[in-house]
Each structure stands twice: as C-alpha cells, then as structure tokens.
C-alpha cells in the first residue's frame, strides 16, 4: 500500500539538528525544505492501488533519493548507502540521524512500478510543472536541439559469442530446445569454443556448426507452445543466427561464413538487444544509446529529452521533443536536424528552424571545380532544371531530369558528371525547403543568432554526461530513458536554483 509523509519531526531529526550545516542554496537544502511541495503522497498514488499490506517507502523519500542519485550519478547501492550515512541526504529526505534506510531492491521496485504506469516521467513532469509556474520561460523563444552517444552497460559480443549464449539460454529455458543434438560446442560450459582463430577454415567450420546448431533447435521448437520470455529468446536466437552470417557458396549446401556486410539494425549484444553501434565520426564510435535534448539556451532549461538506440535519427526525434510548445519558437540544430521532413514538420508547427543545412555531396570522380547543386537552376512552377552550360531538362514524374545526350558535346561536362550516360539531376520532396535553407545560410540569414545561443546546449550535454553519466546504468530503452528523465530533472532543478528558485505566497517563483 502506499506510505505517507509525516510532517512530524522525530527526536533525532536530522534537519532539526543539522540541518543549518548544509549549504544554502544546495538541491540538498531545497529538496530538505520543499520535497512536500514538489513529490507530494498523492502525485504516486496509483502505483500503489491496494490499501492492504505494510505501507511503502514514503514518495517524498523516495523520490528525493532518485533526484539526488540522478544528481551525483550514483547506483542503487551506492544512493541507499549515502542516505544511510551521508547528512545531507538525510536532511534532504527529511530522515533521523539513526534512519537505516532500505534495501536498494525498493529503488528498483519504485523504478518498474514508475515504467509500467501512464506517466512514467512524473518526476522529470513535477520539475517541469515548477519551470512553468516560475515564468522563467516566458518570452524565451529559442530552442537548441542537440543529441549525445552514451555508453551501454554491458560488453559487445561477436558472432560466435552472441549464437553460443542464445543457443545456451534457450536450452536452459526449454525443454525442447535441450532435447535437440547440437555438436558444434558443448553449451553447458562457459567462455568460447576452442578453435583455431587464426585459420580462417577453422573459423568458417566453427560458424557453420554454430548456425546449424541454432537451425536445428528453431526447428524443433516450431509449433511447440511458449510463453512471453520464451518466445522473447526464440525470436532472439533466430535474429543473431542471421543476422551477421551468409551462406558459403565455396564450401556448398548448409555451410556459412561471417557476411561481408554489417546489418544496419544489428544487435551488438544479447545481454542488452537494444543497444546498438553508431559511428561519432570514420574514427570515433560508440555502442549504446542516444540521449536527446531540448534546451533554452538563455537559461539552460532542458525543456524536453528523450532515449533511443544510438542509430536513430537525430531530427524526427529532436522534433518530437518541441510537440507541445506554442508556435513562433526559434529552433537552433546542427545539419543533422536538416532534413526535408524535419524542416517541414518545424514549419506545420509554427516555428523557425535556425538550422546547419546538410553538406551538399560531391563526386569523387570529378576535380575540385565540380558543378555544385546550387550551381544549377531549378524552376519548381515550370518543374524544370538548367544546367551551367545553360541546357534545360524537364523534371520527370519521378523526380529526375534527365540531360542525357546533351552532355555528349558540352565543354563541362567534366566539371558535372562522370556518368557515360550523361548527368541525371534528382529532384527530393523536400528540394525547394533544402534550396532555400542553404541559399539563407550563405546569405548569413540569423548566423549571429546561431552562434551566439546555440553553444548553450553543448553546455547542457556536458552537464548531462559529468559524475560518470555517460555510461547508462540500466539495460533497454525504457529503463534508460526513465533515468535519463532523472537525470534531467536533477540538472533543471539544480539550475532553477541558482537561479533563485523559493516558494513564495503566489506559489514558485525566480528571485
């Protein structure tokens, strides 16, 4: 059932006897203060709808223990022990100096019952109540948009790593499975086969027995009767047998070898399906997951984030984060925010998107004086397309303009195309939004509105990841991105603060 607060101070309350030692102007000092205000006993009611049973921790403690291990990047273990032994905390959570605390399970308890409600973010969504009520954004019309590549919590697995632990989970987890002969490996030990992996026949031999090991158990496990998690790693096991392997045409029927391509969605491991690989750059990458921010860069509220796996696109998700705001924002985004689509949907909502365009491609095949894009005139009405040479071609249905065997005798010609068939120039859905973006940008169309507020979110990414944040603590998408609203909400509350954040008479207000 669910705890209450007790407005009544114990004997030995901390706060009562030390709570003058800690720092004005400190989140552990507001929290201490206001935590009533902010996470009151009814804002968790519906996590606990039985009224029988030993009565929960309270939601204030709770979640004032969530906000401060947001705050400080601490696990489960490490909060409970600093609420046990640090007084800051236990002025903070308004607990006695002799407060045991709990066991770190109930913070994971907290954790699913917040997942598997209607309003997971409810802590983030309290937090952003507060911006609202301070005015602290009225009039402020600016948003950067910007994403950051976190860490997963677990270890990348290869090919043979990732089908010997499927192979050996859905063997444990049903009967059937353990019933089918498989001899390319002993699944009961742990670690890796033994083989040659040096000797590239030993390795596609090892392959082959692995993959047809997987074949054999999906096979005996078609049509049997599974439950939620069991078919959770069947559909496992079927997506790491395919996914990095192909068959071997040199070696014939029922043999395979590591493809010689990398699937765009791969799973990097099976401890955590979900985490995903992304290149920062040719040099520079990382496995996991992808936070997204919203911030206004006056202030350095974040305003809005949100969790996906690192290979998803920036823009329909930094798009997604403004679904909400009233329209006439300034949005302020680097070219990954620059797509068409994205730009559109910007535009249907009323704002101005202040955003890097995309880098226009060039042919590796041509010199350095190579037509650009923009060197070609586009006339959208009449949907035709002339060349610098001064040939027109009509825009076909498709989107191409076709000018074919008008290269064959232009003097340019090696300055536009390498194609023997002469240069075929596409025409996207969104060309006229991505022309005039460009043109805009070169004009210097509110470049110095750019580059003086946009930096702020580079500011707030840097606060996000500090005190070890840049590694997720938790394994999938939901579980992180419950944190990442925490973390958030920590890092608003800290900044609402230090900016003079109190509770007045009309209710919260900046200094």
């Known amino acids: 059932m669910q705890g209450s607060s007790d407005q009544d101070r114990e004997l030995l309350d901390a706060g009562a006897l030390v709570g003058h030692l800690v720092p004005e102007g400190s989140v552990h000092r507001f929290l201490a203060e206001h935590r009533h205000r902010l996470f009151p006993d009814a804002m968790f009611e519906d996590l606990f709808p039985s009224r029988r049973g030993r009565p929960s921790v309270p939601a204030g403690v709770i979640a004032t223990v969530m906000v401060l291990q947001a705050l400080e990047g601490r696990s489960d273990r490490e909060a409970v022990e600093a609420l046990r032994t640090d007084l800051r905390w236990k002025v903070a959570a308004g607990l006695a100096l002799d407060d045991e605390g709990f066991h770190p399970t109930v913070l994971t308890l907290w954790r699913n019952k917040l997942r598997a409600s209607d309003a997971p973010e409810r802590i983030f969504d309290a937090v952003r109540e507060v911006v609202a009520e301070t005015g602290v954004l009225k009039g402020k019309t600016r948003r950067a948009l910007d994403s950051t590549l976190l860490d997963d919590a677990v270890a990348t697995q290869d090919t043979v790593t990732q089908l010997v632990s499927m192979i050996r989970r ?218 610098p040479a001064g040939q027109t071609a009509v825009i076909t249905t498709t989107g191409n303009a076709v000018f074919g065997q008008r290269c064959a005798t232009c003097p340019s010609r090696h300055r536009c195309t390498s194609a023997r068939k002469g240069k075929t120039f596409k025409i996207g859905d969104h060309d006229q939004e991505l022309a005039a973006a460009r043109t805009e940008w070169r004009a210097g169309t509110r470049l110095d509105d750019y580059r003086q507020h946009r930096p702020m979110v580079e500011r707030a990414i840097a606060w996000l990841v500090a005190n070890g944040n840049r590694r997720v603590r938790f394994r999938g998408v939901e579980r992180n991105r419950l944190g990442l609203s925490h973390r958030a909400a920590a890092l608003n509350l800290r900044r609402l603060i230090n900016l003079g954040l109190h509770h007045g008479p009309t209710g919260w207000a900046i200094t």
């Open 170 to 387: 859905v063997r444990k987890a049903i009967p059937a499975a353990a019933a089918v002969e498989v001899v390319a490996h002993d699944y009961e030990t742990g670690g890796k086969p033994a083989c040659a992996w040096d000797d590239p026949d030993a390795r596609d031999e090892l392959i082959t027995g692995l993959v047809n090991d997987a074949l054999a158990v999906l096979n005996a496990l078609d049509g049997v009767g599974l439950d939620d998690d069991q078919q959770q790693l069947v559909a496992l096991l079927a997506l790491v047998a395919g996914q990095d392997v192909e068959p071997d045409p040199e070696r014939g029927d029922g043999s395979w070898r590591i493809a010689r391509g990398v699937a765009s969605e791969r799973v990097i491991s099976t401890v955590d399906p979900e985490s995903r690989h992304m290149h920062k750059s040719r040099s520079s990458y990382r496995d996991g997951y992808k936070a997204h921010v919203a911030v206004e860069p006056d202030t350095g509220i974040i305003t809005g984030c949100d969790l996906t796996p690192a290979n998803a696109g920036d823009g329909p998700v930094g798009a997604r984060l403004l679904e909400g705001e009233d329209p006439g924002l300034d949005v302020l985004a680097d070219s990954a925010y620059g797509s068409g689509p994205v730009r559109t949907k910007l535009a249907e909502a009323g704002h101005t998107a202040i955003i890097k365009p995309w880098p226009l491609g060039r042919n590796p095949n041509l010199g350095d004086d190579q037509f650009r894009r923009d060197d070609f005139v586009i006339d959208y009405a009449q949907r035709t397309v002339t060349c």
